[in-house]
């Protein structure tokens, strides 16, 4: 059973930083994109950023670009969200989710069949 657990959510003040983890199992990272996901209240959930296990490729969302970075341990089976100078407009819930097929990018949530719970992210102004 695949199953998808995000760790690393909290209360931080604008400028800080968090790492969000997204600890993985029933499967191996060695044929699948994992996606890291957001919603705000009262908002769509959109892609933040995503990452490619066949070549390590990665995309950034132009919100996030240049502040977060995403990667992967692949023998902790492990996908890790490093979030600096975090500004209010990232509050949301995240989440992780796996693809065994190909995707668009920006990342399409029909693409994800696997859903972690998500962790909450709230940034103070």
């Given at each position: 059973e695949v199953q998808?657990?995000?760790?690393?959510?909290?209360?931080?003040?604008?400028g800080g930083s968090l790492r969000l983890s997204c600890a993985a199992s029933g499967f191996t990272f060695d044929e699948n994109f994992i996606?890291?996901?957001?919603?705000?209240?009262?908002k769509e959930r959109?892609?933040?950023?995503c990452i490619s296990s066949f070549d390590g490729s990665t995309y950034y969302a132009d919100s996030v670009k240049g502040?977060?970075?995403?990667?992967?341990?692949?023998?902790?089976n492990t996908?890790?969200?490093?979030?600096?100078?975090?500004k209010?407009?990232?509050t949301a819930v995240y989440y992780c989710a796996a693809s065994f097929r190909p995707i668009v990018t920006p990342p399409d949530l029909v693409d994800f069949?696997?859903?972690g719970q998500g962790t909450q992210v709230t940034v103070s102004s």
């Open positions: 998808l657990v995000e760790s690393g959510g909290g209360l931080v003040q604008a996606g890291w996901f957001r919603q705000a209240p009262g959109e892609g933040v950023s502040r977060f970075t995403i990667s992967s341990d692949n023998a902790k996908v890790y969200l490093q979030m600096n100078s975090l209010p407009e990232d069949g696997s859903w």
